[in-house]
């Protein structure tokens, strides 16, 4: 979904985008860097706030391999 940059920096982010992270008219969003190094664009949520299990996945990364965890385990 390409957009350009305006010359005030400004994009318009495509309404499918807007509609999958809940945002609308003054909501607030964030960027962050993602360990990849790309940016990620999330709807910002004040601390406290709750969360959704979805709004975790593939956050933590690739992990140990249950083989990994098992030799852990048994203090290999």
């Given at each position: 979904?390409?957009?350009?940059?305006?010359?005030?920096?400004?994009?318009?982010?495509?309404?499918?985008?807007?509609?999958?992270?809940?945002?609308?008219?003054?909501?607030?969003?964030?960027?962050?860097?993602?360990?990849?190094?790309?940016?990620?664009?999330?709807?910002?949520?004040?601390?406290?706030?709750?969360?959704?299990?979805?709004?975790?996945?593939?956050?933590?990364?690739?992990?140990?391999?249950?083989?990994?965890?098992?030799a852990m385990?048994?203090?290999?």
């Open positions: 979904m390409p957009t350009k940059v305006t010359d005030d920096g400004q994009v318009t982010i495509p309404k499918t985008v807007l509609d999958h992270l809940g945002i609308g008219p003054g909501s607030e969003v964030d960027f962050r860097r993602a360990a990849d190094g790309s940016i990620v664009l999330e709807k910002f949520k004040q601390p406290g706030e709750p969360i959704e299990l979805r709004d975790l996945v593939g956050i933590a990364g690739p992990g140990l391999s249950t083989e990994e965890i098992m385990t048994r203090g290999e």
